[in-house]
């Protein structure tokens, strides 16, 4: 295995992903996943999505952070298949105001 190889596998190793939830004041909901929660966070605030930004969905309410690509991209498809109630219960076990939990990262 040459160097490179290494610092790739390396790279990929410590490389973290998380699934998370965005409302809109009106409590519409987005789910996605990423493995830079503040740049993707960015882009739906600067409108760069054109759902989130269509729907003004901005507040990050609720995140999980995952060990892998895999299972990030399987727990995102686990909560967009889970009924609008349950997304709510999730969210409100660890955000029962649905405060933005992002609020001071770009200031």
């Avoid at 610092?7 to 493995?35: D, E, K, W």
Wanted: glycine residues 4%.
């Amino acid at each position: 295995m040459g160097r490179t190889e290494r610092r790739c596998r390396i790279g990929l190793v410590m490389r973290r992903f998380y699934v998370y939830l965005l409302a809109s004041h009106s409590r519409r909901l987005y789910i996605g996943v990423t493995n830079d929660l503040l740049r993707r966070l960015a882009e739906h605030r600067e409108g760069r999505c054109e759902f989130t930004s269509r729907y003004r969905i901005t507040r990050l309410v609720h995140y999980e952070y995952v060990a892998d690509a895999m299972s990030a991209i399987t727990r995102e498809k686990q909560l967009k298949g889970w009924l609008r109630r349950r997304k709510i219960e999730l969210i409100e076990r660890t955000n029962p105001f649905w405060e933005d939990l992002a609020a001071d990262w770009f200031r």
